[in-house]
T-cell receptor
Framework: GAVVSQHPSWVICKSGTSVKIECRSL??????MFWYRQFPKQSLMLMAT?????????EQGVEKDKFLINHASLTLSTLTVTSAHPEDSSFYIC??????????FGNGTRLTVT | DQQVKQNSPSLSVQEGRISILNCDYT??????FLWYKKYPAEGPTFLIS?????DKNEDGRFTVFLNKSAKHLSLHIVPSQPGDSAVYFC?????????????FGKGTLLTVNP
């Protein structure tokens, strides 16, 4: 089946630094990838839609300058959390589809900002 | 405004019995519904889906029922097994929106006791 790989699985960083999270589709090409965020005991909230070769589409309330998304190839999208603060600590998950639903998810990245 | 609601945060059942997880939605534009299973620190795994043109879809031990008039769907697992213990997310999308843009409920923690 379709596999989505996410790296790193967890990261701890200091406040003010930037963190990059990678999302790869391993056995299919994905023109579109999605980035979700999950707070404890909450639902997965869509942050943005990453489009290969063009700008990402951000959901209302998500700061595009803080969460930089780059989708440079058909198999890779990156999310960079810039100038991270403790309130950015969360579980970030990417997803993609090989063109036939449903969405497949990566294993997520646990970000802790100290 | 929560468009997809899972009102039971948790459910506990005995091994071998039926597990019934419920989900309600408010947006009548939704026409495709999915259930995902999630273990801690992992991404969601697709379980089963249903299109709005159907009222039932079955896959092995898992059956999803859709009641469009009530804007309600449910996931039945029978017989339940201890390995089914996880958080189950209901998700919905509509054809008019971005492909595969999913709206998730908050999830229901299912515990199957041996």
């Amino acid at each position: 089946g379709a596999v989505v790989s996410q790296h790193p699985s967890w990261v701890i960083c200091k406040s003010g630094t930037s963190v990059k999270i990678e999302c790869r589709s391993l056995d299919f090409q994905a023109t579109t990838m999605f980035w979700y965020r999950q707070f404890p005991k909450q639902s997965l909230m869509l942050m943005a839609t990453s489009n290969e070769g063009s700008k990402a589409t951000y959901e209302q309330g998500v700061e595009k300058d803080k969460f930089l998304i780059n989708h440079a190839s058909l198999t890779l999208s990156t999310l960079t959390v810039t100038s991270a603060h403790p309130e950015d600590s969360s579980f970030y998950i990417c997803s993609a589809s090989p063109g036939i639903s449903p969405l497949h998810f990566g294993n997520g990245t646990r970000l802790t900002v100290t | 405004d929560q468009q997809v609601k899972q009102n039971s945060p948790s459910l506990s059942v005995q091994e071998g019995r039926i597990s019934i997880l419920n989900c309600d939605y408010t947006n009548s534009m939704f026409d495709y519904f999915l259930w995902y299973k999630k273990y801690p620190a992992e991404g969601p795994t697709f379980l089963i889906s249903i299109s709005s043109i159907k009222d039932k879809n079955e896959d092995g031990r898992f059956t999803v029922f859709l009641n469009k008039s009530a804007k309600h769907l449910s996931l039945h697992i029978v017989p339940s097994q201890p390995g089914d213990s996880a958080v189950y997310f209901c998700a919905a999308s509509f054809s008019g929106g971005s492909n595969y843009k999913l709206t998730f409920g908050k999830g229901t923690l299912l515990t199957v006791n041996p």
